[in-house]
Structures are given as structure tokens and as C-alpha cells.
């Protein structure tokens, strides 16, 4: 049975690219954005259109993964066109270059380290942590991990987070923060003054909120699953870490296409430079990553991911917030409240 080293070199002969096939998947991808987007604009039926901002939410997502494959270095390097295109999709899809990359790379460098996984990714406490932090620490780091932050995605992980706090904390360092917000509300201004609202609406508005939605919950689903594992710094190695703490999120053929095999995360993390088209190959030829731990898309998933919100390295798994009696202090409390108040009214 490989392990370690020996399986990171069982996976090598996958990560080298089919030269064709990256340029194939990329140029077809863009088309296909590029024409449902011009369909939100002139098909002429209102289903239509809704139908297209729909499916261009899809490309996006799609787009971006292949993007994601550009920066792990695993598609198309040293090409001049490739960079042009995937430098101008970061922009447009309101990903700062400085910022995504540098935090992606400390993301997988660090994937399930207890106590340094949280940059580039969602944040981690302990259930000593947590209770040991004060209302204000639990109240953001809740926030951070609730379904309302990964819904609203566009808002709060991408527009504020990756555009304006970065350009916040280091002016000098993030100014291509401040030049994607700059030329995404640009392109919006002109969409609504020159075509009106509901094509700002549909060709703006619809397919950036939906595809970010889809990305922040994927990847959030991706690294907090149950029976994901998290180590301290001193335990930890890195191909248990990809196997272990990387969900296999097996789709339908339609989702798999638009996320571009996103799912096969466990993979992508073992080796990052296999292109996304050929991480499926990958799997079926080596028979130890053909039994991850799986996720879905399913709605009971979804809860059991959600519901999710610290580590207990008791019992080396994550637990829910019900599980670490904050809930029933609460309630202990209040009792005591109630009984004092009505021993006061006597």
C-alpha cells in the first residue's frame, strides 16, 4: 500500500498537462461565458435571458476553477495569451492576484494544521478555544463559518474580504485590490446606464452572487466535513492531511463539468499540479485514493457540513455548537435569572 512520498510519486505521471487539452477546455469555456453573457443581454425572451444569467453563473464557477489550475502552475505556463486571459478573468471575477494566490499557497501548504490552517481558508478553534474566547471572538468567528457569510459570498468573502481588507491592511502591497473594485463597479455603472437595470441585473448581478455563493460553499464543504481530521503543527503530514482532510464530492455529470472536478479535492491536494481534466484518471489508476470520505451536494450534507464549528481533540473530530455546552450554561443561566427574579417579586 503507497504512502507518503511513494504516493505523491504515483501521482506525477498525471501532472503533466495535454498541451491541446488545457487550451481546448480554457478557449471553449470562455466562449460559452462570453455568449451567455450576451445572451442575458439579447435574447429576446425573458426566460430566456434568465436562463442564460443562470447558465453564465455556472461558467463562471467553471472559469474560475480552470483559473485556480492556471495559478497551481498545473495548466498552460509560459504562454503570454494564457496569462492575458486568466490575468483578466482574476480581475473581472474580483480576485486580486497578490492576494489569491499568496493566500491559496499558505492554504495548501497548511491544509489541517490545527493552529495555522485558517489563512486562506475558513477559521478553526478548538472546543477549549472557543470556550475560552469572549462573546465578541465567538460572535466573528461564528459569523465567518455561517451559511449567511458563504450566501452572501460575493459581499463578504470576495468583495470585502479579498478586495477591500486586503487593500486596507497593505496599500503598497494589494493595489490590484483596489483596481479590480475599481473596474468591477465600473462595468456595473456602465451595464445599468446603457442597458438598465434588469440586464445589470441579469448579466451583473445574478451570475457573480450565484457563482460565488457555489465556490465559498465548496470550498468550505471541501476541508469541514464530518470525519475530516485536523493535527497540530508537530503531528502533521502532509498526504494525510490531502487524504484526510480533503472530502471527495462525488456530482452529477452536468455539476461535475461546471465545477471542472473541483470534487476531486482529496487529489488535487495530494498533487496540485495534475490539471483538473485528469484527476478523475488519477483516482481510477491508484487504488489508494478510491476511498476518500465523501460529501455531497445533497441537502442532509449540507446540514451535517453547516452545523460543523470546532475541532475537540478529545475526541479527534469536529462537533457542533450544541456539543460544546455553551448552549446549556446559557440555559442554566437563564434559569437562575428567572429564579432570582421571582424570589425578588416575593
Request: proline share 4%; aromatic share 16%.
Amino acid at each position: 500500500m503507497l504512502t507518503g512520498k511513494e504516493l505523491i510519486l504515483a501521482s506525477k505521471p498525471f501532472a503533466k498537462e495535454i498541451r491541446w487539452k488545457s487550451w481546448y477546455y480554457t478557449l471553449t469555456s470562455y466562449i460559452l461565458l462570453v455568449a451567455g453573457l450576451l445572451g442575458t443581454i439579447y435574447v429576446p425572451n425573458v426566460l430566456g435571458r434568465i436562463a442564460c444569467s443562470i447558465f453564465s453563473a455556472g461558467m463562471l464557477a467553471r472559469m474560475f476553477i480552470i483559473f485556480h489550475d492556471y495559478q497551481h502552475h498545473s495548466i498552460l505556463q509560459k504562454s503570454f495569451i494564457a496569462n492575458v486571459l486568466f490575468t483578466a478573468f482574476g480581475f473581472y471575477m474580483i480576485t486580486p492576484p497578490s492576494i489569491w494566490k499568496r493566500s491559496h499557497d499558505h492554504h495548501h501548504a497548511n491544509n489541517a494544521k490545527l493552529f495555522s490552517a485558517s489563512i486562506g481558508s475558513f477559521p478553526l478553534m478548538t472546543k477549549q478555544k472557543f470556550m475560552e474566547a469572549d462573546n465578541k471572538e465567538r460572535f466573528f468567528y461564528l459569523a465567518v463559518r455561517h451559511w449567511l457569510n458563504m450566501f452572501f459570498a460575493y459581499f463578504t468573502t470576495f468583495m470585502f474580504g479579498m478586495c477591500i481588507q486586503s487593500f486596507m491592511s497593505n496599500k503598497r502591497k494589494h493595489w490590484d485590490s483596489l483596481a479590480v473594485l475599481i473596474v468591477h463597479y465600473s462595468i456595473a455603472v456602465f451595464l445599468f446606464v446603457h442597458f438598465g437595470w434588469l440586464t445589470w441585473f441579469l448579466t451583473f448581478f445574478v451570475p457573480f452572487f450565484l457563482s460565488h455563493m457555489l465556490g465559498a460553499y465548496l470550498f468550505y464543504a471541501q476541508h469541514n466535513f464530518p470525519g475530516a481530521k485536523y493535527k497540530n503543527n508537530t503531528d502533521w503530514n502532509y498526504t494525510e492531511a490531502a487524504l484526510e482532510s480533503s472530502s471527495f464530492m462525488p456530482l452529477n455529470p452536468i455539476m461535475r463539468w461546471f465545477t471542472a472536478n473541483i470534487g476531486y479535492h482529496h487529489i488535487h491536494h495530494l498533487n496540485s499540479r495534475i490539471p483538473f481534466y485528469r484527476l478523475p484518471e488519477a483516482m481510477a489508476a491508484i487504488p489508494e485514493l478510491q476511498n476518500p470520505t465523501k460529501t455531497s451536494l445533497k441537502l442532509s450534507d449540507i446540514r451535517a457540513c453547516l452545523r460543523l464549528k470546532a475541532w475537540d481533540p478529545e475526541t479527534e473530530q469536529m462537533i457542533g455548537y450544541e456539543a460544546m455546552e455553551v448552549i446549556p450554561v446559557r440555559r442554566a443561566a437563564r434559569r437562575i435569572e428567572r429564579r432570582q427574579r421571582r424570589a425578588a417579586a416575593v
